[in-house]
């Protein structure tokens, strides 16, 4: 079974920066395209940032372009999601997933039903 536990997120101010964590443990790290999803409160959880297996693929939402960088370590089985010049809208719980069977090491996952394994969040408020 595998497990994905997030951390660094916190309260920070308009413009500020934070990077947050997701490490996995329970299966083959390395294998699993992994993606950073949000849920603000009333709202559906949507897709912030992906970044294909092999780590040479990655994407991003329109919305943090330019502002979000995702990686990843093999070697720390851990993925993680640089944000700067960070918005009062990127309030949200911050979620990690892992995505299994990706045979294209390029390939980014971007819909939420096409993610195998989920953290349980990481809450990131943003104030103005």
């Known amino acids: 079974q595998v497990q994905l536990v997030e951390s660094g997120g916190g309260l920070v101010q308009a413009g500020g920066s934070l990077r947050l964590s997701c490490a996995a443990s329970?299966?083959?790290?390395?294998?699993?395209?992994m993606g950073w999803f949000r849920q603000a409160p009333g709202k559906e959880r949507d897709f912030v940032a992906g970044?294909?297996?092999?780590?040479?693929?990655?994407y991003y939402t329109d919305s943090v372009k330019g502002r979000f960088t995702i990686s990843r370590d093999n070697t720390k089985n851990t993925v993680y999601l640089q944000m700067k010049s960070l918005k009062p809208e990127d309030t949200a719980v911050y979620y990690c997933a892992a995505a299994a069977g990706i045979e294209d090491r390029f390939a980014v996952v971007t819909g939420t039903g096409m993610y195998d394994y989920w953290g349980q969040g990481t809450q990131v408020t943003v104030s103005s």
């Open positions: 329970g299966g083959a790290f390395s294998r699993y395209a």
């Open positions: 970044i294909s297996w092999s780590g040479g693929g990655t």
